[in-house]
């Protein structure tokens, strides 16, 4: 017997970062695989245009201004997306910013960014759309919530040990939530992109350190953000009985 393995007319979800890089990405393919996909992000007016592109493509999507930190807005974007498509069932928690520099400088400001960012914005983003999933999953239907980490949570690079650990929590979280969740027919995927063509790399502020990004770029073809926006499709619309609990994605070239 065959499966249905599509997203067509089923899903609800929702991305957050969703303005650039594997945000956009995962957006417009879940999108094109048939789920009404909610933008959040701050920039609304990269949003915007998005979803005027999806649209375009005969996707149906919607921009929701939203900061992950903010627990405010996100009750808003809860309401919006409610009011729009209904509740939820496929949550990408995709949001985050890396900030690499020397140990030694002791940037405490951008430790904390990273930190409310990768780790807290996360948590609060999963903290207010939960309940939807664990409905649907109730209600029979799949539910899933795909938490987007890095190699960096295990591989170590000189001057990324802050931006590494806030993504080590977010892997461990993804394996320790699973405790909670898959016993409800929740499905938690952790996915570990490795170097990855986006906007993540243009905030990095040392010349010497951008240097040698730049330096892997020309050395080994990068991943681009729609490699991932795949694999999410893919672990997404597996039948509900299969979790793909962790996947790294890495360049073929990449060691």
């Given at each position: ?92 928690n ?10 030694q ?47 960096g ?13 806030t993504?080590a ?26 170097l ?19 330096g ?40």
């Amino acid at each position: 017997m065959s499966i249905d393995t599509s997203l067509t007319g089923r899903r609800v979800a929702v991305v957050t970062g969703a303005s650039s890089g594997i945000g956009a990405a995962t957006a417009q393919r879940l999108a094109a695989e048939g789920a009404k996909v909610a933008l959040l992000a701050r920039r609304e007016d990269r949003l915007t245009e998005l979803v005027a592109k999806i649209t375009a493509d005969g996707g149906t999507a919607i921009a929701v201004g939203a900061d992950v930190t903010d627990q405010d807005t996100l009750d808003r974007a809860l309401a919006t997306v409610h009011e729009a498509y209904g509740p939820v069932d496929l949550l990408v928690n995709n949001a985050g910013v890396m900030l690499p520099a020397p140990i030694q400088d002791g940037r405490i400001d951008e430790w904390r960014r990273m930190i409310d960012l990768n780790v807290i914005g996360l948590l609060a983003a999963f903290r207010t759309f939960t309940p939807d999933l664990l409905a649907a999953a109730e209600a029979g239907r799949t539910a899933d919530v795909v938490n987007i980490s890095s190699i960096g949570a295990w591989m170590a690079f000189p001057a990324y040990s802050v931006y590494g650990a806030t993504k080590a929590a977010v892997s461990t979280f993804s394996q320790q939530v699973r405790a909670d969740l898959g016993p409800k027919n929740v499905r938690v995927t952790n996915i570990e992109p490795g170097l990855t063509a986006s906007e993540l790399t243009q905030h990095i502020s040392s010349g010497e350190l951008q240097g040698q990004v730049d330096g892997m770029f020309d050395a080994i073809e990068a991943l681009t953000s729609q490699d991932i926006a795949d694999v999410v499709a893919y672990a997404t619309s597996r039948a509900r009985r299969l979790n793909l609990p962790s996947i790294v994605a890495m360049p073929t070239q990449q060691a």
